[in-house]
């Protein structure tokens, strides 16, 4: 049962070392440095989160990437930093991460609050931060969202900075730290990572340089190396000018070797560029040569080329002439044509005049027709009215004597004396009515 027991213990302490090192970036034998002493700058804006410096690796070895005062990608997000851990047999660097809750970071006291386990900097309350200014520089006549409450380890110093292993610290996740390992992370801000990528180009922070005392040991914002946001690692004035004795010193040596070698490259310089000379004359008479050829060529071409345009000339010339003959022809064609068509015309003109004409004394002919037989009609019927009339005025002189031989009957049964009286008998007088003239004045001829 004892032996059940030890194998589920060294199985859960697997699993636990395991999800610590669940983000693995790089891994090497050689321990990092201790954390770097130093202070922290200004709190830049209410709403960012302080982020420890650390020693990230690279290709000439550990180098410090400063502490920085970063923005969440999300309110309400806190920043789990990242470890060094020993795996076994080679040290493996476990990225930081932001999440709702602080997970676990190897147990590395990095100070401003990250004491080794949990954060006690500040929290969030309402969407905004607010901070424990004995762990946090804050300017508390900008940002009032303060507290103040003592925490032990509060700075940042020279303390171990990766877990397991010869002389790391020996902590384990907590049972809150492995619910929060489980937790939906978001990885380092772009501007996070650019602040590291910054960090590892430059040449004084690596550790073989500055000694675990660099020059940049904390910005108020990311990226951001040089200004006042800058704060030193402590006692790194002196070292640093230690340091640049030394290299100034070296860069002499260098300077006196470089030139030395810089003589004898000149010497062998001078020996190549004879050669040169000399190769340059021979292949400048070799390109003479060349030129030469090139130009005789480009004569015998030229005058290929002269033959060839006169004989394209001869033959445009020609064509020339054909289309110019063809095109005369063309234009007497369309005047012929022009002219026939004229004439068409013409003789469709006069058919057209002639038969107006035609037709204009036809209707005049009928118009004359016409009118003769209206005269005809008025003369016949003045001939008819004188005829009525003449019987009128016959019928009348009948009746008048008709009445005189009445009267005169009469007046032979009456005495002599009553004759007397009786009114004379008028004498009739024929007339007739009056001729009408034809149209034109002319009397028309009695019948």
């Not at 050829?293 to 005058?303: C, D, L, S, V």
Request: one cysteine or more; aromatic letters at 8%.
């Amino acid at each position: 049962m004892r032996k059940i027991r030890l194998l589920l213990l060294a199985v859960l302490i697997l699993a636990m070392s395991a999800a610590a090192f669940a983000q693995v970036g790089v891994s090497i034998t050689i321990a990092p440095p201790e954390l770097v002493a130093y202070s922290q700058p200004m709190c830049p804006q209410s709403g960012y989160l302080w982020a420890p410096g650390y020693w990230a690796y690279g290709d000439e070895g550990y180098f410090w990437v400063p502490g920085t005062w970063a923005e969440p990608p999300a309110v309400g997000l806190l920043w789990t930093p990242g470890y060094w851990g020993w795996g076994g047999n080679a040290f493996a660097w476990n990225d930081g991460y932001w999440g709702p809750t602080i997970g676990f970071y190897g147990g590395v006291n990095y100070g401003f609050g990250y004491g080794g386990i949990g954060y006690e900097g500040g929290y969030w309350n309402n969407g905004a931060f607010n901070y424990n200014t004995s762990v946090n520089n804050v300017d508390v006549t900008n940002i009032h969202n303060t507290y103040e409450k003592n925490v032990i380890n509060e700075r940042a110093g020279n303390h171990v900075s990766y877990n397991g292993g010869t002389g790391g610290t020996t902590a384990r996740p907590t049972a809150a730290e492995e619910t929060a390992a489980h937790e939906r992370h978001t990885p380092a801000t772009a501007a996070q990572t650019e602040h590291q990528q910054a960090a590892s180009r430059n040449h004084e922070l690596l550790a073989s340089v500055n000694h675990g005392k660099p020059p940049i040991a904390a910005t108020s914002k990311p990226g951001e190396f040089a200004g006042k946001g800058v704060v030193a690692a402590n006692g790194a004035a002196a070292e640093n000018k230690a340091a640049e004795t030394k290299a100034t010193e070296n860069r002499a040596a260098e300077n006196k070797a470089a030139e030395t070698r810089s003589n004898e490259n000149k010497a062998a310089e001078n020996k190549a560029a004879a050669r040169s000379r000399e190769n340059k004359t021979a292949e400048k008479a070799a390109a003479t040569r060349s030129n030469e050829n090139r130009a005789a060529e480009n004569k015998a071409a030229a005058t290929r080329s002269r033959e060839n345009k006169t004989a394209a000339t001869r033959s445009n010339e020609n064509r020339a002439a054909e289309s110019k003959a063809a095109a005369t022809r063309s234009r007497e064609n369309k005047t012929a044509e022009k002219a026939s068509a004229t004439r068409s015309n013409e003789n469709k003109a006069s058919e057209k005049k002639a038969a107006a004409t035609r037709s204009n004394e036809n209707k005049s002919a009928e118009k004359a027709a016409a009118a003769r037989s209206n005269e005809n009609k008025t003369a016949e019927k003045a001939s008819a009215t004188r005829s009525n009339e003449n019987k009128t005025a016959e019928k009348a002189a009948r009746s008048n004597e008709n009445k005189t031989a009445h009267s005169e009957s009469a007046a032979h049964s009456q005495p002599a004396a009553a004759r007397q009286q009786a009114a004379p008998r008028p004498e009739a007088h024929h007339e007739s009515a009056p001729e009408k003239k034809p149209p034109g004045g002319k009397e028309k001829p009695r019948q």
